[in-house]
C-alpha cells in the first residue's frame, strides 16, 4: 500500500537554528498538508499547499515557516529560527483530491519529531 | 469556527467490555469525519471514515456513527483487548478538505 514517507524521524536541534524536515507523498496525489502535534496536545493545521503555492494556512504559520516542493516529489518545511515552543511531532499528510466528499482521505505519514533544545 | 471535543479525556476499562468513545463538533456542517488511533509517540493510523452521506462504518470489532444533525459521533469498541490500549482522535473534514482534531481519548484496557 502507497506511504507517505518523512524524514527525520527525529530531530533535535539547538534554538535558533534552522530545521528542515521533509515529506514524500505518495505519487499521484496533488493535496499537501502538514500538521504538528505539541506533546499533550491537539494535532494542529499548519498549512495546505496546492498546484506549487500555499491554498490555506493556519496562525501557527507564521513568517518562520515555508512550505516547499523542490522537485515534483519531495515536500518540505522550513522552519528558519526554531524556538522551544516547536518541540512537537510534524506530521505530513497527502491527498489524491480535496478531502472533503466521497471516500478521499488524507494519507499521513508517521511523524517527525523536532526537539528544540 | 469549528471545534471537535472528546468524552472522555481518559478511560480504563478491564478486557472483554464493550466501550462507547464520544466525540462532539459544533458545525454540524460537515464533510467527512474519520476516526484515528494514536500510539505513545507514534503516527496517526486511520481506523474508519464516515463519508458525510453515511450514518454508520463498521471495521471488525469497530463501529463509528455519524449524526450531522446533532454534531455526534461515537466510536463503538467490542469485546476489548489490551492491544487497543491507545488515543483515539475523532477528526472532521472542512471545506478546504484539512481535517480539524479532537483532543481524544487516551484508552487503556486492562488484562
Known amino acids: 500500500e502507497p506511504e507517505v514517507t518523512q524524514t527525520p524521524s527525529h530531530q533535535v536541534t539547538q534554538m535558533g537554528q534552522e530545521v528542515i524536515l521533509r515529506c514524500v507523498p505518495i505519487?499521484?496525489?496533488?493535496?499537501f498538508y502538514w500538521y504538528r502535534q505539541i506533546l499533550g496536545q491537539k494535532v494542529e493545521f499548519l498549512v495546505s499547499f496546492y498546484n506549487n503555492e500555499i491554498s490555506e494556512k493556519s496562525e501557527i504559520f507564521d513568517d518562520q515557516f515555508s512550505v516547499e516542493r523542490p522537485d515534483g516529489s519531495n515536500f518540505t518545511l522550513k522552519i528558519r529560527s526554531t524556538k522551544l515552543e516547536d518541540s512537537a511531532m510534524y506530521f505530513c499528510?497527502?491527498?489524491?483530491?480535496?478531502?472533503?466528499?466521497?471516500?478521499?482521505?488524507?494519507?499521513f505519514g508517521a511523524g517527525s519529531r523536532l526537539t528544540v533544545l | 469556527k469549528q471545534e471537535v471535543t472528546q468524552i472522555p479525556a481518559a478511560l480504563s476499562v478491564p478486557e472483554g467490555e464493550n466501550l462507547v468513545l464520544n466525540c462532539s463538533f459544533t458545525d454540524s456542517a460537515i464533510y467527512n469525519l474519520q476516526w484515528f488511533r494514536q500510539d505513545p509517540g507514534k503516527g496517526l493510523t486511520s481506523l474508519l471514515l464516515i463519508q458525510s452521506s453515511q450514518r454508520e462504518q463498521t471495521s471488525g470489532r469497530l463501529n463509528a456513527s455519524l449524526d450531522k444533525s446533532s454534531g455526534r459521533s461515537t466510536l463503538y469498541i467490542a469485546a476489548s483487548q489490551p492491544g487497543d490500549s491507545a488515543t483515539y482522535l475523532c477528526a472532521v473534514y472542512n471545506q478546504g478538505g484539512k481535517l480539524i482534531f479532537g483532543q481524544g481519548t487516551e484508552l487503556s484496557v486492562k488484562p
Open positions: 505519487s499521484n496525489h496533488l493535496y
Open positions: 499528510a497527502s491527498s489524491v483530491v480535496r478531502a472533503v466528499t466521497g471516500a478521499n482521505v488524507l494519507t
